[in-house]
């Protein structure tokens, strides 16, 4: 007697790709709150500034944007604050957030999962 495989990948993706959808707001919060506690102060303009911008689901790809819309002349203030420039040493605050967001990422990670268990 032969077993019978019943392929269900299209569903899992689809579940992968709600779960994803879900907890990405979430995941992008974290990762902004991280950028916001580490920017640089001196008003405290530049750190209201910073938002989540964005996030997208564009089928296969979903995405979150965090950013601030402050400028110094044509500049991102983001930008210059960021990495610098020749008379302003870089003050660097979405690098070193970004790289320590891999605990988010593991809980995002975790969230994902549960729906699958």
Known sequence: MANRVTWKGDVF???LKEAISANLPSL???VKNKI???APVDTGAYRRSIELTSVS???DSQSVSVGSAMQVG????A???EFGTRSMRALPH???ALDSASDDAEEFIK???KIFN
């Open 13 to 15: 993706v689809e579940k």
């Open 28 to 30: 992008g919060d974290a």
């Open 36 to 38: 916001v506690s580490i």
């Open 57 to 59: 689901n564009n089928g």
């Open 74 to 77: 044509v500049h991102l203030l």
């Open 79 to 81: 930008e210059i604050l």
């Open 94 to 96: 979405f690098r070193p």
């Open 111 to 113: 969230k994902v999962r």
